[in-house]
Nanobody, 119 residues
């Protein structure tokens, strides 16, 4: 079973930066065969995909394009979300997500980390 442990959330002023980390651990599996993504959920809104990493290909939702960067450290089995030029509308709980790309295609979520952008 995959275990995802997130860290790095907090309070930041508009225009500031934060880096979220998600450490992936699963006995007997390989980090490379998983999609790793970040989602977020703001109060009273649906959870949305923010950034996705599959096999070296990355995608972003339009509202964060050019400001956020998803990356992986395969040696540490960790995925990062570097968030720059943060805006109040980026305030949300951010969740790490892992989807196995081969059978049995397991899906796992992190516990979530709060990001608050406010002056």
């Amino acid at each position: 079973q995959v275990r995802l442990v997130e860290s790095g959330g907090g309070l930041v002023q508009p225009g500031g930066s934060l880096r979220l980390s998600c450490r992936f651990s699963e006995a007997g599996s390989h980090f490379a065969i998983y999609e790793m993504s970040w989602y977020r959920q703001a109060p009273e809104k649906q959870r949305e995909l923010v950034a996705q990493s599959i096999g070296g290909i990355t995608k972003y939702t339009s509202s964060v394009q050019g400001r956020f960067t998803i990356s992986r450290d395969t040696a540490e089995n960790t995925v990062f979300l570097q968030m720059n030029s943060l805006k109040p509308e980026d305030t949300a709980v951010y969740y790490c997500y892992a989807r196995q790309l081969i059978a049995p295609f397991n899906v796992d979520w992190g516990q979530g980390t709060q990001v608050t952008v406010s002056s």
